[in-house]
């Protein structure tokens, strides 16, 4: 059974910063594209960092280019993704999505973890 387990969210002051991590487990994890994703309140699921297989190119949303970086460690099963210069509008539930590229079908979600920016 496949899980991803996200953890690091939590309440953090403008202008703060946050590291997020997932671990999968039950996957080939170097198989799979690992994405974050976060959704606010009244908003959709919007996506905000990905990672390729191999951890050699990542792509991020234009609202967090330069804040975030997201990272990945194939022998941990577990990627990361450090937040800096948090803004009230990052304030949303992130979830860690896993993505079989040869077929989408096997494609799965952590239950997500909130972060909150406020002062």
């Known amino acids: 059974q496949v899980q991803l387990v996200e953890s690091g969210g939590g309440l953090v002051q403008p202008g703060g910063s946050l590291r997020l991590s997932c671990a999968a487990s039950g996957l080939t994890f170097n198989l799979y594209v690992m994405s974050w994703y976060r959704q606010s309140p009244g908003k959709e699921r919007e996506l905000v960092a990905r990672?390729?297989?191999?951890?050699?190119?990542?792509n991020y949303a234009d609202s967090v280019k330069g804040r975030f970086t997201i990272s990945r460690d194939n022998a941990k099963y577990t990627i990361s993704r450090q937040m800096n210069d948090l803004e009230p509008e990052d304030t949303a539930v992130y979830y860690c999505?896993?993505?079989?590229?040869?077929?989408?079908?096997?494609?799965?979600w952590g239950r997500g973890t909130q972060v909150t920016v406020s002062s």
């Open positions: 990672i390729t297989e191999t951890g050699d190119t990542a």
């Open positions: 999505n896993a993505d079989f590229a040869p077929n989408r079908r096997y494609n799965f």
